[in-house]
């Protein structure tokens, strides 16, 4: 249950989370808890002696009130004087996604951005999964088979997963598919999972926390955060990012090994990898590789993405 903070003379909300297990008082003020209290206070700096502060309950979901941190995710290309400035919410009005709302409209918030693409994202990690499984089913589990690898699914394993490295291959297509489906709930709920971000790595297309679905009663934790620069991107590199993000949402360990694009475009990132050279387990913990074998399923062929060209 959330608790509540009566604040005292000398109090700041910086205090105030240290106190309550907060790495930063954003915990606080930005939780739904505290929306009118943010509504009566719109500067988080000045609040008054006798103001009720909520304080949320998420903090009591992990040990110690520590929550995983923060992995901004550097996404090929990004960086190369495409994104919008820290900070600024960016020219955002112009652009609209395709099925946007009515054109009295003037704004598309980064979640009503994502939300525009739940359906492509669904269709692209259904796409994956029915791979998997016709790969499965078909035995053409690269590694696992005698047969060479020539439809487009067993391409993608060997791909994106390097599935004929795995020290057994259909393990391994048994948990890609089981973490397909965890994605593809995660974007189900996408009306409530995705959140607008306009402060905290604001300069990235978005964010999520590692495994973060564990933790849904937190604000930031429990969410998927879009920002300003993912707006006016494309169709498929918004698809995709939908998907990179929920894949670090369903999972602790995937992270970040190696990006799609060779270097300069899209140097390794987290590791001296390239997407070639990664082992079928550390394909397992990359975000981007899920990304990229969803949309090699949805599209039939490896189609590598590229934000500043769509
Ligand atoms: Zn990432």
Known sequence: MPSQHIVKSGDTL?????????????????????????????????IFPGDVVVIPDGKTATPGGRFPPVVPCPFPGAGQGNAAPLGTPGPVSSIAPSNSPPSNFAFVSPRQ?????????????????AGIERALDQGTVPGASKIPAVTEESKALTVHFKTERHINPLQQAQELRGTFVKILQVILRAD???????????????????????????????????????????????????????????????????????????????????????TATEAMGNAYSYAQFALHMAVGFDKRIDPGAE
Request: charged letters at 20%; proline letters at 9%; hydrophobic letters at 45%.
């Open 14 to 46: 910086s205090g105030i989370a240290k106190k309550h297990g907060f790495s930063s008082w954003k915990d606080i003020y930005h939780a739904p808890e505290n929306a009118a209290f943010r509504k009566k206070r719109p500067n988080p700096d000045k």
């Open 192 to 278: 409530e999972v995705f959140v607008d971000e306009i402060e905290e790595l604001a300069s990235s297309f978005a964010w999520a926390i590692p495994g973060g679905v564990a933790f849904p009663t937190h604000p930031r934790n429990g969410r998927i955060h879009f920002c300003p620069p993912f707006v006016p991107r494309g169709p498929l590199f918004q698809t995709v990012v939908i998907i990179h993000e929920a894949a670090h949402f369903v999972s602790r360990s995937i992270l970040h090994v190696a990006s799609e694009l060779p270097a300069p475009k899209g140097t390794p990132v987290g590791s001296t990898k390239t997407y070639a050279a990664m």
């Open 113 to 129: 951005a994502a939300l525009a693409r739940q359906a492509s994202a669904l269709q692209f990690v259904q796409a994956a999964i």
